[in-house]
Structure formats: structure tokens, C-alpha cells
């Protein structure tokens, strides 16, 4: 195995890792995926605590940060109401002092990726993004480990994102350059990813082979990619502009049509949850080329390898 470089890092975005240390990660959950599948149930974290607070709604990262602190031998401190961290005024710097006196890691899922950043900054202990307005790098691991079960490899495939220039699309600009992955996101003009995400990708595209092209045309995008993946028009806080995006959106449903312009092997992927109907329709999502719910069960495997490798000694 590679030199753990990871031992006490934060994962904030996907560029806050290098190609190499992305590849571990991902070599690390596939073994450690194997090895529990194998009936192997180390427990390399015993004795250490993670803090896993929530700010926004989850159910799948919730549950896989949860259930793999668990299986790594650690103890799972869920903060997930109201009551407990940032939640009565005191500052960002006496909640995460107070917080590592506990706990050896924190993962915090946010609004502001600037608080994830404040919350680094204070913390000696790793600090894990769980999703933040800008950026869900637990998911571009996942994802990234599901594509390459299913296609044997990342570099040189062609990855087609149809919707939102939101979190996920940022996601999967940063997964698709470290991985060395040709990536295509079609969006609305009105709803473009950040220009300065774009333009740290296409800086470290050349150094693995990655190639970015976006794109106002779905159908463009899509065609012969191996890989097609979208995410829900209406991000949590977005809720009240629903409607209006559906207006927006027009035209970038992932549905049958559009799928059959992609290589005849490509694989659909959503980080969930879909809104049935619109961003995706259910035949695509219950098609055997769809493989969502693959992509769920590794945020457990993904999640678990990057803590252990945070949380090891240095
Ligand atoms: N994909 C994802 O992060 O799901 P949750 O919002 O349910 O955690
Ligand atoms: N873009 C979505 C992703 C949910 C996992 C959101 O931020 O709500």
C-alpha cells in the first residue's frame, strides 16, 4: 500500500486531495469492502470517537457515516437536532476546541463551505465535508469507487452530468480531473457551475489526462459517455424556487430518450434522492443499466476507508 499521506487531514473538497491520495482512498474502501464481504471485521479505530453533525436533512450519509465509525471500531456521536452543536450562538472556535477534546474526527454537513473551512482551522483532528452548499466529496468517492466496479477503470471514460452547476456538479468536475475522466456538464445557462471551481479543475486537467467541456445542451453531452448521472433540480435550502425550476430545467431530464444516446454500456448514476418525474424518470432509475443503489452502499465503504486513513496515527 501507499504511504498514508491522509493521516490527519481534512476532506473539505476533492482538490484537498491529490490524484494519488484519491486512488488510495478508492484502493482502500475496495479492500476493505472485501475484506467485510470476506467476513473480516477488524476494527483499526477502536477506542476513537466521531462527531457527525448534520445541519441539513440526510438519510444516507446520516446512516453510512454512522454504521461505518461503527464497523471501524469507533463511536459515533451523532449531533443532529437543534439542541446540541452550533446551535445556541457559541462560536464556531469554542464549539470545534470543545468538540476535540472528545472526539477524533469531527464530519459536518453544512450550508457554508466557509464554516467547514472556520471549523478546520480551529480543529487539530480531521474535519470531513458531509455535504455543504459548494461541495459533497463523500459522494464523488462513492461514486467514483461504483464506476470503477462497474467499468474496471475511471481514467479515459467519459462522464456526462445533465442538470443542476450545483454541489454535485462541482463534485464531479473535482472527482472526474483527479481521476483522469473526460467530463461533461450540460446546465442550464441561468444555473452554472461556480466559474472558480471550473477554473481550478481545468488547471490540474492536464496533469491526468482529464478533459472538461461544458455544455447548454444535454443531448450533446450525453452522447456515447460511458457514464450519465444527474442530481435533483431543487438542492436542500432551494425549496422554495421549486416551481420555477422546474420551468428552468426544461429539457434536461435524464429519461429513455436521452439515455439511448449515451454507449450502449453506460451506466446511470444519482446520489439520491431523485425526484422521480422530474430530474429522472422511473424507467430510467429502475433500469438495469441504472446503478443507484450500488452508489448508496458505497458512501458506507468510501466513507469508512477515508476516516480510517484521517484518523490514523501519524
Ligand atoms: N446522497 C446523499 O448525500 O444523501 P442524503 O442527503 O440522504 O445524505
Ligand atoms: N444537490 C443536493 C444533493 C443531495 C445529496 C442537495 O444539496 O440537496
Not at 50 to 68: C, D, Q, W, Y
Not at 129 to 141: E, I, R, T, V, Y
Not at 257 to 284: K, Q, S, W, Y
Not at 291 to 300: G, K, M, P, T, Y
Amino acid at each position: 500500500m501507499s504511504q498514508n499521506t491522509l493521516a490527519g487531514r481534512d476532506c473539505l473538497r476533492l482538490l484537498d486531495l491529490t490524484p494519488e491520495e484519491f486512488a488510495l482512498v478508492l484502493d482502500t474502501a475496495a479492500q476493505q469492502k472485501a475484506a467485510w464481504k470476506d467476513g473480516v471485521h477488524d476494527a483499526p479505530c477502536a477506542g476513537k470517537s466521531v462527531a457527525i453533525i448534520m445541519e441539513k436533512p440526510s438519510l444516507r450519509t446520516r446512516s453510512s457515516f454512522e454504521i461505518g465509525t461503527y464497523r471501524l471500531g469507533a463511536h459515533p456521536l451523532v449531533l443532529d437536532d437543534d439542541h446540541s452543536a452550533f446551535s445556541r450562538g457559541e462560536t464556531v472556535q469554542d464549539t470545534t476546541l470543545v468538540l476535540e477534546r472528545f472526539v477524533d474526527a469531527i464530519v459536518l454537513r453544512t450550508y457554508e463551505q466557509a464554516k467547514l473551512v472556520e471549523v478546520a482551522q480551529w480543529a487539530s483532528i480531521p474535519v470531513i465535508n458531509a455535504l455543504s452548499d459548494d461541495f459533497h466529496p463523500c459522494q464523488g468517492l462513492a461514486d467514483a469507487l461504483t464506476i470503477r466496479e462497474h467499468k474496471g477503470t475511471l481514467a479515459g471514460l467519459t462522464i456526462a452530468y445533465v442538470g443542476d452547476g450545483n454541489n454535485m456538479a462541482h463534485t464531479y468536475l473535482e472527482m472526474g480531473v483527479l481521476a483522469g475522466m473526460n467530463v461533461k456538464l450540460a446546465f442550464p445557462a441561468i444555473h452554472a457551475p461556480s466559474s472558480v471551481v471550473v477554473a481550478e479543475c481545468e488547471k490540474i486537467a492536464p496533469m491526468t489526462g482529464a478533459t472538461i467541456e461544458l455544455t447548454n445542451d444535454p443531448r450533446g453531452a450525453v452522447a456515447g459517455a460511458d457514464v450519465v448521472i444527474t442530481d435533483t433540480w431543487t438542492s436542500m435550502g432551494d425549496e422554495d424556487e421549486h416551481d420555477q425550476r422546474l420551468a428552468e430545467f426544461e429539457g434536461f431530464q435524464v429519461n429513455a430518450e436521452l439515455m439511448a444516446l449515451a454507449a450502449d454500456d453506460a451506466i446511470f448514476m444519482h446520489c439520491l434522492p431523485a425526484h422521480r418525474g422530474e430530474e429522472v424518470t422511473d424507467e430510467v432509475m429502475d433500469a438495469p443499466c441504472s446503478v443507484i443503489f450500488d452508489e448508496a452502499e458505497n458512501r458506507l465503504h468510501a466513507q469508512k476507508a477515508l476516516l480510517s486513513l484521517v484518523m490514523e496515527a501519524r
